[in-house]
């Protein structure tokens, strides 16, 4: 067994530390507790089991109806979400919500996140729509609005994107001028696919005080010279509006600029870093939908007198997508423990709570990337496997497997695109490590020592059933900090314009939190999971040498990009060194939780127990 | 008035149950547990009682130490306080319904609400062996007039109409509905369409962690819990076999008649 120490441990959060954001390259893998799925508390397990009875008895029925925007009926299924509370989660007590922490707050999104069309709608609402007013707001604004979200009398939205500025969201050219008197300011200007537009009441809206200071402001929908453009006909997620706005002179009380004037920056990437979080959460739920409906389909469908869940190569695709799954929820839940754990540093009525939440939202800013990255590509193989299972069936609109493929799509470009987010990952690494908030030279100088030298890198570290994935984990974290630091000093500040280096490298960041988030879960699994731990650790096993594989693959490239010419075979030479050459056959693994997967007939490893 | 409901932790009606190869016992382990329906239609129906009439609701269950999660719920529902009697033991409906009648004895409830049956074993016999234990009378079964679909269910109005120390009780039975009034204290046990279970909201998770459970062992109270009934073999329904196309109704009823002998 490896050696265990604390990442975290609820309960007594005062004397644990967390690890630091990106963390996860500083230290072995796999050597320090983190916190899982199998850690929920049973008040965690009951919001959960309220979410998904609610959105599979209030919702689901109605998914013909929301798909075609029904008049009225988003409205009332949110107000009927704020009576279970839903939207109370993220409101501290204070303002009389329930302030819970995020690990419940993203567990009722990914419940929630099995109709597209809701889910989208109710975190515009709920998540950027009212975060900004939650953390930015005066304490009169949110005295007035904030019990208004919680019951959803009014509707939230999130106004950022241009017509011109989309990922370059700073690029805006939305005008706020303070009007003569000095009582209001007047926006001119407008924005594109707008989440909720066409239901909401207030918006925030992102404008640049005399063009130039970037800033957030509170804004009524029924304000004078505010127009809502006609509803956008959508690839996916149908059923949730989206619409242009376009201001025309529109007047704002002085007093509903949210936060500092010129510092909007701060909101829209603090509300992002949320955003990125939840989202990577919520894909969970939908690709766990997806993944019931492919396997019961199949349970069903025969072809040459066989059910489709008797040959091996469907089998092998419900095994993908539960792996997938799992190494999301590995990711996803370790991170919320964390921002957890950071963030009860902090008492929640203290005035200044939602400052320092933001403050470990920040820090944690590289895993809510890597999550959204992730995420939303796990769910876009998983709808892809679906729609294959069912063939042509999958390609008709009757199948819930169709919408499924349709909705998904957007997670890679809502919230940041995917693009976005990997350059943001190894720059966000490279800045803190100038800044000296995250030793990875030292790390990088030890890992360059030890494949110069010719014997093999790093003894075996541990015996436990899952040693050999513990190693495959520590070589990964190895190759990725060798050439993150490799192609930092190589290419100094031309790094920057490397974009498909900066992928690469961010691939490998990605998988680094992932295979070590994957295979320490399975470990814990034997004391928090034992009924299902050989499950835990096929999941763990299968995933490990999957990304190890892929891990090296990349590893190479990004060397040989770097070193067209004279060092390459030596640096190639080195990285070899982390290979270990030994494997393991998948298929047979594959095969049993592909089998669990049909006897369930569902993703296996269930929150309620 | 106080009014005591069972909820009974069952393994997830939604997920096949798996039997050991040997065929002496059902598989339990890894699989999810969920309340009893028919349980939470049973705290339902004492919470819109006692909000038409005042009182309190006691919420029971007898199991194992997660017996706890669903005990909670019903408080999370709305009920008042838990009673958990807990016991590893398996129990059989006798064995529940004498560690029942014990505890009241000591609650004196003027009513106790109960699943019909739990959807793990059906037995649909507690409620039954209660009111034989305790001597008072029992309405099984039951409904609600209108249905699911009435406005009596809209406005959330409890199925049960109490009235001048009577509780009256739609019941269903085979070819219809029965009313009939019981002389209270009674037993009541639900059927499905009695009421639309609310949702737990999430204030109300949180409220409930605050409310007064508590645990007893169910040993204490001197109930002999072996069990009467013994489980002799599990074994899975037959496997259907495979139907035959007929070309017309003459040969249908042919084949009834001489080769099924179902009709004469």
Known sequence: ?609 | MKILVTMKRVTDYERKVKIAPDGSHLITEGMNFVANPFDEIAVEEALRLTKAHGGEVVVFSAGPKDAAQQIRQGLAMGADRGIHLLTDKELDSDAVARLLAKVVDQEKPDLVILGKQATDDDANQAGQLLAGYLGWAQGTFASKHEGLEGPEEKAQKPGLAIEGGKVHVVREVDGGLETIALDMPAVVTTDLRLNHPRFTTLPNIMKAKKKKLDEVTAESLGVDLSPKVKMLRFSEPPARTAGQIVDSVDTLIHKLKNERKVIA
């Not at chain 1, 110069?452 to 974290?477: C, F, H, M, N, Y």
């Not at chain 1, 090296?552 to 190639?572: K, N, S």
Request: hydrophobic share 40%; net charge negative.
């Open chain 1, 1 to 609: 067994m490896v050696a265990q120490v604390h990442e975290m441990s609820p309960g007594s959060a005062a004397d644990a530390k967390p690890s630091p954001g990106g963390g996860f390259l500083l230290e072995n893998a796999c050597h320090r507790d983190i916190f899982t799925a199998e850690k929920f508390s049973e008040e965690q397990r009951a919001f959960y089991k309220t979410a998904l009875d609610f959105v599979e008895k209030e919702v689901v029925p109605h998914h013909k109806e929301i798909e075609v925007k029904a008049e009225g009926l988003m409205p009332r299924l949110l107000r009927k979400a704020g009576e279970l509370g839903f939207h109370m989660i993220d409101i501290p007590e204070r303002f009389g919500g329930l302030g819970l922490d995020k690990t419940t707050s993203l567990l009722v999104s990914e419940a929630i996140a099995r109709q597209g069309s809701f889910s989208v709608a109710l975190g515009a609402h709920n998540g950027i729509g009212m975060l900004p007013l939650v953390f930015y707001g005066s304490d009169a604004l949110r005295n007035e609005w904030l019990p208004k979200f919680a019951t959803a009398e009014i509707i939230g939205a999130y106004a950022l994107t241009e017509p011109g500025s989309g990922s370059d969201a700073l690029g805006a050219k939305t005008t706020a001028v303070l009007s003569p008197d000095g009582k209001h300011w007047i926006l001119n200007g407008s924005k594109m696919w707008i989440t909720n537009a066409g239901i909401a009441d207030v918006f925030t809206v992102f404008a640049k005080i005399d063009g130039k200071k970037f800033s957030a402001f509170f804004v009524d929908a029924k304000s004078p010279g505010l127009t809502v453009g006609a509803e956008e006909h959508k690839m996916g997620i149908r059923g949730s509006s989206t619409c242009a706005l376009t201001f025309e002179d529109v007047k704002v009380p002085k007093e509903n600029l949210l936060g500092e004037e010129g510092r909007g920056h701060k909101i829209a990437f603090n509300i992002l870093n949320i955003g990125r979080l939840r989202l990577g959460v919520a894909v969970m739920g939908g690709a766990k939908r997806v993944l019931e409906v492919a396997t019961l389909y199949a349970k069903e469908r025969k072809q040459f007198g066989k059910s489709l869940t008797e040959f091996r190569i469907i089998q092998q695709k419900l095994a993908d997508m539960a792996v997938g799954i799992y190494t999301a929820e590995s990711m996803s839940y370790r991170t919320t423990g964390l921002v957890d754990i950071a963030a009860s540093r902090s008492a929640k009525d203290d005035p200044e709570h939602e400052k320092h939440l933001q403050d470990v939202l920040e820090e944690y800013n590289i895993e809510s990337s890597i999550m959204k990255v992730f995420g939303s590509e796990v769910l876009d193989s998983v709808v892809d496997d679906g729609v294959q299972i069912h063939g042509g069936y999958g390609y008709s609109e009757e199948y819930a497997v169709e919408v499924a493929y349709r909705d998904s799509r957007i997670n890679r470009i809502f919230e940041g695109t995917n693009e976005i987010n990997r350059m943001l990952i190894p720059g966000t690494i490279l800045k803190r490590a100038m800044k000296g908030e995250l030793d990875v030279l030292p790390v990088a100088q030890e890992v360059q020592q030890s494949l110069s030298k010719a014997q093999s890198p790093i003894p075996p570290l541990g015996d436990g059933p899952l040693a050999q994935e513990v190693q495959l984990a520590e070589l990964v974290r190895r190759a990725t900090v060798y050439v993150v630091a490799t192609a930092a000093m190589k290419l100094m500040t031309e790094l920057e314009k490397e974009q498909e280096q900066l992928t690469l490298l961010a691939d490998m960041c990605i998988d680094t939190y992932a295979i070590d988030s994957t295979v320490r879960r399975a470990i814990q699994a034997a004391k928090d999971d034992p009924q299902n731990v050989a499950l835990h650790e096929a999941m763990a096993t299968v995933a490990a040498y999957t990304i190890y594989e892929r891990a090296l693959a990349r590893a190479r490239r990004i060397v040989i990009e770097l070193f067209p010419d004279e060092d390459q075979y030596t640096r190639a030479m080195e990285l070899r060194r982390l290979d270990i050459n030994e494997t393991l056959p998948l298929f047979p693994l594959q095969r049993m939780i592909a089998a669990k997967v049909i006897e369930a007939g569902a993703y296996p490893l269930h929150y309620l127990r």
